[in-house]
């Protein structure tokens, strides 16, 4: 029997599999098709670092690293749903979690200093940050807006803020001696061995990493941030925002650059309350209360009872508070600042959000305001403001007629993972950054102080090469013009720049549009032909292609969950990516005080659809074919029929669409011509769905509004949470009949 791997996760998404996935299993096993799930949660990640620690009672399979292995092996059909890609607090809050259901875990070291506390270290380290994306996507994306939801969106557009020409708001960017203007990047003339080193100005050196394998045709970049000028830069803005009247934000990415963007993120809350670190930093630091966690970790801290005299400090913050800029905020009414997690403004998510809203975001006093956006390095920054000047000059973009931007990008065997890997460092020491070869030669060096960021990153030959052939296949079959952003002034964009120039004419791009322009000048390119309702297909590096598939189907389609995303694995598997998870904590919230989950699984139904295609292929299974053919008509019949999960009590929630779904799918299962057993099969499911719609309908409803428990954040009860989530008695008997 064939076989699909859907991935259990964390959050939303997680809560969300207990009602959806029994429907997937009964319908799924009449084409003769196993779905069976793997634990990548966090709490499942925690658990299988620290397995053999752990009795035997409690042990966990490293599923993460066993997908990792299946996702080189052709017969590979993988569902990823999104997880969280955990920053310190939220690596904290798991393990406190787990700690008091019972699992002997140690806590987090912030400073290891033993032989176990840095054993300790490392293990977490291999969990936090994007650490599940980099080991399963072993192949490039080709993310796109499916035709039906595009359409969705033309006839009952989103909302958008209008713009003027007068907003305030602006990207603030360093532009000079920052990630992007320090880079230096190498391709390697053979396969090689790697040492990265620290020469120090006392004459001590220190190796940062050693034994880095890397092979012939890899482009290997090397590049650092001044803390100093990163300091005096966002002193500057601190100080403009305040000037000018407008609020101060920052946005980064603190999950998947979870070295380097949680450091930035401290210099950034030590900018903006300079005179409370200057009087308080060394108590603050004593107390392991670190700016990088955030104003809120500092604040739990001083409320800990911990820390002497933390009354006057908290109320030397408030008092910064008042006198600094307006601070953006994540929850006016709560009083969270932009400033209190790491992980709660994630630029890509952020960004476009904003856009999206006039350009405003929401400030202390609840209401809406210009904004300074600070992006601190410049490799990027600049496709924002592009997009921001344009809806100064052209308004707000319309959802009923604008064009689309799907993306090909490249990511394949962790292609460009700035930031969330084992080769970026603060620096200890003034000095000399070297990557150096086996033969002692180096190949790259930066002059560094303390307290610099300093990061390399890889991308192999062989997924460029794909990358290439998939731009050009997408354009072809989409017949859409293709533009690979890429900057010859950039180190790293100009090695990727003569590989595309090297391998395109290894494909027919005979009448097909293929382009290669900065990333600025690509984005004014292609929101000018969105404007016009013309598509242009985005091909990126993997961060830009991380940004991208945020910022276009946010402002299409008003959420990036509804993406189309599939990863065609280089061995021949297949990868399908559901959505994105950025406002899953709050759905969370909702569904545990109000038994009311938000949640839109619109993009497991879209990744669904494209994994029985996948298998029907590879398994030839012409019954799978059958089987997305009809989901993908139910997907139709949720969108257009309204039936997708609504705002608030007493409407239809997340389980209310997984119903509709199982009705529409079995209808047109009955109802298709093609597979006449199947649509006999089908056919009493579909009178039955049908004839119960309202029952079911009410058994759904008649649940919301109370408090439920579901027995944890990270590692929920399983059997408290197929409860809440599968209230319908009448519903869950129809399915179960399925399969017997």
Known sequence: MATIIYTHTDEAPMLATHSLLPIIEAFAKTAGVDVETRDISLAGRILAAFSDKLPEDQKVNDALAELGELAKQPEANIIKLPNISASIPQLKAAIKELQEQGFDLPNFPDNAETDEEKDAKERYDSVKGSAVNPVLREGNSDRRAPIAVKNFARKYPHRMGAWTA???????TMGADDFATNEKSVVMPSDDTLTIQLKQADGETVVLKDGLKVLEGEVIDGTFMSAKKLDAFLA?????AKDLGVLFSVHLKATMMKVSDPIIFGHVVKAYFADVFDKYGDQLAAAGLSPNDGLGAIFAGLDSGKVENADEIKAAFEAALKDGPRLAMVNSHKGITNLHVPSDVIVDASMPAMIRTSGHMWGPDGEEDDTIAVIPDSSYAGVYQAVIEDCKVNGAFDPTTMGSVPNVGLMAQKAEEY????????IGADGTVEVVNSAGEVLMSHDVEAGDIWRAC???????????KLAVTRARLSETPAIFWLDEDRAHDANLIDKVNAYLPEYDTGGISIAIMNPVEATKASIARIREGKDTI???GNVLRDYNTD???ILELGTSAKMLSVVPLMNGGGLFEAGAGGSAPKHVQQLVEENYLRWDSLGEFLALAESLRHLARFADNPRAAVL???LDKATEGVLNEGKSPARRLGQIDNRGSHMWLATYWAKALAEQTEDAELAEKFADVAAKLAENAEKIDAELIEVQGDVVEIGGYYRPDEDKTFAVMRPSKTLNEIIDSLVG
């Not at 007068?166 to 603030?172: F, G, L, N, R």
């Not at 500057?236 to 403009?240: F, M, P, S």
């Open 166 to 172: 007068d907003s305030k708001t602006e990207v603030a």
């Open 538 to 540: 985005s091909v990126t």
């Open 628 to 630: 997305a053919d009809a």
């Open 419 to 426: 930031g969330s890997h084992d080769k970026t460092f603060e």
């Open 458 to 468: 890889q991308t192999k030959d062989a997924p460029i090469r794909d990358w290439v």
């Open 551 to 553: 910022l276009f189907p």
């Open 236 to 240: 500057e803005q601190v100080k403009r």
